[in-house]
């Protein structure tokens, strides 16, 4: 199926091209091209997956219509990928015929390459039928692009050309079952490390070289089946900590060792923990679905040691897999039995306020981009004093699916994907 370009523009409005863009921007406002690339978006939730985009400058305000559309791909297939971007090109995954692909595409919506990433996963159980499609987004790191299929091929990309440089079945070499509703996980890379969780009996965390996939350590400590949520990485209590969420608790891990250095138990009735937990000056947030609802915890470091405490635990915004964001010590998401968009205060846990909805949200110059999962797309002011809107507008459809994928803000654009199609709208404020 090949991918197709439509590109739209409201009445009255023109739009410069991308290159032309970025040449304006240069000499008019003095940005440096160093400024401009430290605003890409190599990696699910962002370069240090807080999914906070760094640009200033974006409407505040949207018209009745929302933000005039530049253009629409078409032919990505069914899938919950949301999108990276690096070096000029935009990447993403899906499913066509039982077959996952990787994407790529420039700027303009021109399809540069399409690869196989092994076979797309299958619903067994009735209730999963509806949820098919690719979910791990791809994962850009020094001109390779790193992919998780749903069935646990793990493959490395050249950017430019999609040339396979390598690849790797999770599940063979790990012993591991396929995941309820296959791997979801977004792959984390630091130097030249790549880590991820197989959730297999020979290993549930792996760190393998990003290079040629070799293995460098492997835990099997902690707890539980696949949790679908991505790694977060920080350093506190004198170690380099990775942390995510299994199917029952909590964790994080030494770098550098693979030991793990503490964990909590942390189960929802569905045994599917699904966010990327938070980490803020010693203390990590959680949330899941299902009525688990919200945790802080204190990671109490002393000697090497380190002992979680828990500040507290609320059954507010007990999030499905919308992300939740920290801004000015202020959380922002989704509950799912407690169903609504929160603002919750870090260190008590005390609602600020709650709107009806739920679904995924990003964060950009101080403006949340809230995306229910029926299709609307509000713009909400980042403050905990009450629920402002700045406009609203129906996404178009892509699919029969929710809209699940997680949007994206990056150079001036808001990428929203929702199952066989990818629209691109113009949030900049410049004329």
Same mark, same amino acid.
């Given at each position: 199926?090949?991918?197709l370009?439509e ?9 410069? %091209? ?21 605003n ?25 219509t929302?933000?005039? /559309?530049?253009?629409?791909?078409s ?35 021109? %399809?540069?390459?399409?690869? !196989? ?9 009735d209730?999963?039928?509806? *949820?098919?499609?690719?979910? &791990?987004?791809?994962? *850009? ?10 069935? #646990? ?13 390598w ?15 296959? =791997? ?12 991820? &969780? ?12 990003? @290079?040629?996939?070799?293995? +460098? ?6 707890? #539980?089946?696949?949790?679908f949520s991505? /790694? ?6 004198? *170690? %380099? ?5 299994? &199917?029952?608790? +909590? ?13 909590? @138990? ?10 990327? !937990? ?27 040691? +380190?002992? !979680? ?15 939740? +964001? ?5 959380l =922002? ?17 005390? %609602? ?7 679904? &995924? ?7 949340l =981009?809230?995306?229910?999962?029926? #299709?609307?797309?509000?713009?909400? @002011? ?10 609203? =507008?129906?996404?178009?459809? #892509? ?15 808001? *990428? ?14 410049l004329?």
């Amino acid at each position: 199926m090949k991918a197709l370009t439509e590109l739209t523009s409201g009445p009255g409005k023109r739009y410069l %091209q991308p290159g032309l863009l970025f040449v304006f921007i240069l000499i008019f406002s003095g940005v440096s091209v160093l400024a401009q690339e430290a605003n890409h978006w190599p990696s699910f939730h962002g370069p240090d997956r807080s999914n906070k985009s760094a640009e200033t400058g974006l409407l505040k305000e949207w018209p009745e219509t929302g933000p005039g /559309l530049l253009w629409t791909v078409s032919g990505l297939g069914e899938g919950y990928s949301s999108v990276s971007i690096a070096e000029g090109y935009l990447f993403t995954a899906g499913m066509i015929e039982q077959q996952t692909y990787v994407f790529a595409f420039d700027l303009e919506g021109n %399809q540069v390459w399409k690869k !196989p990433n092994g076979q797309a996963w299958e619903a067994t159980r009735d209730h999963a039928r509806a *949820y098919g499609g690719s979910r &791990s987004t791809p994962t *850009y790191d020094e001109g390779i692009v790193y992919h998780l299929g749903e069935l #646990g091929r793990l493959a490395a990309f050249e950017y430019k050309t999609g040339k396979e440089v390598w690849s790797l079945e999770l599940r063979e070499q790990f012993d591991a079952e396929i995941p309820e509703y296959g =791997y979801a996980e977004s792959v984390f890379i630091d130097g030249d490390k790549l880590y991820c &969780s197989p959730a297999g009996k020979r290993g549930y965390m792996v760190c393998l070289n990003k @290079k040629d996939g070799k293995l +460098i350590w492997v835990n099997n400590e902690i707890p #539980g089946s696949v949790g679908f949520s991505s /790694l977060v990485m920080f350093e506190y209590g004198g *170690y %380099q900590q990775l942390t995510g969420l299994s &199917s029952n608790c +909590i964790y994080g891990v030494d770098s550098k060792t693979g030991k793990m250095l503490w964990h909590v @138990k942390y189960e929802n009735s569905r045994s599917n923990n699904v966010m990327d !937990p938070i980490f803020h000056d010693g203390y990590i947030f959680a949330s899941s679905g299902y009525g688990k609802g919200s945790i802080l915890l204190n990671l109490n470091a002393s000697g090497g040691e +380190i002992k !979680p405490e828990t500040i507290w635990h609320t059954d507010l915004m007990d999030n499905h897999h919308g992300g939740v +964001i920290l801004h000015k010590g202020y959380l =922002y998401g989704a509950g799912h039995n407690s169903r609504g968009w929160f603002c919750l205060d870090f260190m008590t846990g005390k %609602q600020m306020w709650k709107s009806g909805g739920k679904g &995924s949200l990003t964060f950009a110059d101080d403006m949340l =981009y809230c995306l229910d999962e029926r #299709g609307i797309m509000t713009l909400v @002011k980042a403050t905990p004093e009450a629920y402002v809107e700045s406009g609203r =507008y129906e996404v178009p459809e #892509g699919g029969k699916a929710m809209h699940w994928a997680h949007p994206v803000v990056s150079g001036g654009r808001l *990428y929203v994907r929702h199952d066989d199609k990818l629209f691109t709208y113009d949030t900049d404020s410049l004329p």
